[in-house]
């Protein structure tokens, strides 16, 4: 079995367990009536908290541009405050907001942009993806396939977009862009 697949079936077990485990006990408890009254779901309604230790960083005038270009791509596309706060997290990861060219060998196979989309994988030219408007609504666009994006942890969402080696590192950043899309949202 090649590796993509192993670990989709890997990961969808994975999720069928999690899933099971946690909302297994939960809906056999709820689906139990108190008094002969029916019992009411909990639907969460706002965003979940920031998961995890915390980082930051001072941005500069290319960085909070960047910013600005996310918060109008997310409003261009419809889409909520919410959306923006994922994708300029996932920038904070991948690129610390900056629009990276590529960087020879250092760079990650032929990754490019704020998001370190790769045009082998897709993402669309080299010219596309280093553009902010384009790479945000690419990865917008992935990110609205996800179901129940809304919802979910920060980390889970950007990670099922992205794809990357290192699945946790994006919810470090919940909190710094919480404050960016608070601060530019309406400016």
Same mark, same amino acid.
């Given at each position: 079995?090649?590796?993509?697949? @192993?670990? %989709?079936? /890997?990961?969808? =077990?994975?999720? =069928? ?8 006990? #939960? ?6 009536? +108190? ?21 930051? #960083?001072?941005l500069n005038g290319e960085q909070t541009a960047n910013v600005k270009a996310i918060i109008a791509a997310t409003k ?5 405050? @919410?959306?923006? +706060? #994922? ?7 991948? %690129? ?6 590529? /960087? ?7 990754? /490019?942009?704020?998001?370190?989309? @790769? ?9 596309? #993806?280093?553009?902010? =408007? $384009? ?7 992935? /990110? ?21 080696? $290192? ?8 909190q710094q862009a919480t404050d960016l899309v608070g601060q530019y949202w309406n400016s």
């Open positions: 079995m090649n590796t993509i697949m @192993r670990k %989709s079936v /890997l990961s969808v =077990a994975g999720l =069928a367990f999690a899933g099971g485990v946690f909302a297994g006990p #939960i809906a056999a408890h709820a689906a139990t009536p +108190v008094e002969g009254k029916p019992v009411a779901a909990t639907v969460q309604t706002s965003a979940p908290k920031p998961q995890g230790d915390q980082s930051t #960083i001072t261009k596309a419809g889409l909520p405050e @919410r959306a923006a +706060v #994922i994708s300029i997290a996932t920038s904070l990861q991948e %690129s610390k907001l900056e629009n990276l060219g590529h /960087l020879g060998d250092s760079n990650d196979h032929d990754s /490019l942009g704020l998001f370190q989309q @790769r045009p082998s994988s897709g993402w669309g030219t080299p010219e596309q #993806i280093t553009d902010p =408007a $384009y790479s945000t609504t690419a990865f917008l666009k992935g /990110l609205t396939q996800v179901d129940g994006w809304q919802d979910m942890p920060l980390t889970e969402a950007a990670q099922t977009v992205q794809v990357s080696a $290192y699945p946790d590192a994006y919810a470090q950043w919940e």
